[in-house]
């Protein structure tokens, strides 16, 4: 079992940042790919960014890119997500996610969760 617990949300306004941090528990950190996923009101839960359990690989979805970093320390068990730039479309309650698939096109969320941290973001 992976626990993970994040932190970080808020209500800023268009324009501001956010770092959100997810801290794992449980089994070795360091061999689960990382991943962030949000969703909004009413929508299905998508992909945002994800990370290889070594930090070579990473993905964004396209509706972030430019926009959002990941990152990962494996000596903290923590991994975060540098929201600048943020927009009233990216209101959602973000959600950490250990073990997913991170190939290409493919993001397919493993399965551990979080509880979630909710961002607002004001026009």
């Known amino acids: 079992q992976v626990q993970l617990v994040e932190s970080g949300g808020g209500l800023v306004q268009a324009g501001e940042s956010l770092t959100l941090s997810c801290v794992a528990s449980g089994r070795t950190f360091s061999n689960y790919n990382m991943g962030w996923f949000r969703q909004a009101p009413g929508k299905e839960r998508e992909f945002v960014a994800g990370i290889s359990w070594s930090g070579d690989l990473i993905y964004y979805a396209d509706s972030v890119k430019g926009r959002f970093t990941i990152s990962r320390v494996n000596a903290k068990n923590t991994v975060y997500l540098q929201m600048n730039s943020l927009k009233p479309e990216d209101t959602a309650v973000y959600y950490c996610?250990?073990?997913?698939?991170?190939?290409?096109?493919?993001?397919?969320?493993?399965?551990?969760w979080g509880q979630g941290t909710q961002v607002t973001v004001s026009s």
């Open positions: 996610n250990a073990g997913l698939r991170l190939q290409l096109g493919d993001y397919r969320n493993g399965n551990y």
